[in-house]
């Protein structure tokens, strides 16, 4: 009985080992084409020196509501060194929640209510599927009603929409989140774990925030060499 207690409590041992390193695995060196892809046409930033980081994401999506918090963060770790935007995307033809976050950002209030309006949906069960669902948010958040409806329905919203759409062709988004970084580098968190196997959300997560900091450092390098060299194995 001894030596069988000694075996399970081996295997045990041996399986927890490997979970813990399976936890712990990330993209050493991340690959053009495996955990990020290089757009065909870069598109245009209005960054300056600093990088650009994109991130595509939905309020109806639960993978963009587990990254927010580690995302947020992230954003704060990197300071001055990037400028960080989130476009709504059109999934679904849910294109009230689109006209939310824009409106949000036109009033300068998502700091405040980004965070709400994904708890609206994944915790108070308001699927903001319709102008009715959003002013219920609006009017239970706090917002000005009257504010956040003549921002809701102006030219000024359209026109995002119309740009964020633009965007996402451009861009080539199929899923959520998806990360652009500095107008040439996507990625996502299934990309950034292409590699590794099974993997559990969390793991996704903070494989592609370090797949983020590989591509803000390349992107960088770049700006300060003054252009975008050739990846690997192709032509410039």
């Not at 935007?85 to 059109?90: D, E, I, Q, T, Y």
């Not at 006209?99 to 980004?114: G, I, Q």
């Not at 308001?126 to 009257?146: C, P």
């Amino acid at each position: 009985m001894r030596g069988l207690a000694q075996v399970i409590r081996g295997v045990l041992f041996v399986g927890l080992g490997l979970l813990a390193s399976g936890a712990g695995a990330s993209p050493a060196m991340p690959q053009n084409g495996t955990e990020y892809r290089v757009l065909g046409r870069p598109q245009p930033t209005e960054s300056g020196k600093k990088v650009e980081v994109v991130e595509f994401f939905a309020y109806f999506c639960p993978h963009c509501n587990a990254l927010e918090p580690l995302i947020a963060e992230w954003v704060k770790k990197q300071g001055d060194n990037i400028v960080f935007k989130r476009v709504h995307v059109n999934f679904h033809n849910l294109v009230t929640q689109q006209k939310l976050y824009f409106t949000l950002e036109a009033m300068n209030k998502t700091d405040e209510f980004h965070v709400k309006a994904f708890n609206a949906y994944h915790i108070d069960r308001n699927r903001l599927a319709t102008d009715a669902d959003v002013m219920n948010f609006v009017a239970k958040s706090g917002l000005d009603k009257q504010k956040f409806s003549d921002v809701y329905n102006s030219f000024t919203i359209q026109s995002k929409l119309a740009r964020a759409n633009q965007m996402m062709e451009a861009y080539q988004i199929d899923g959520v989140p998806t990360i652009a970084i500095d107008g040439r580098y996507v990625t996502s968190p299934a990309q950034a774990v292409a590699t590794l196997g099974r993997s559990t959300e969390d793991m996704q997560n903070r494989a592609v925030l370090q797949v983020m900091d590989f591509l803000v450092a390349k992107a960088q390098k770049e700006k300060t060499a003054g252009g975008a060299p050739a990846e690997p194995g192709k032509k410039k």
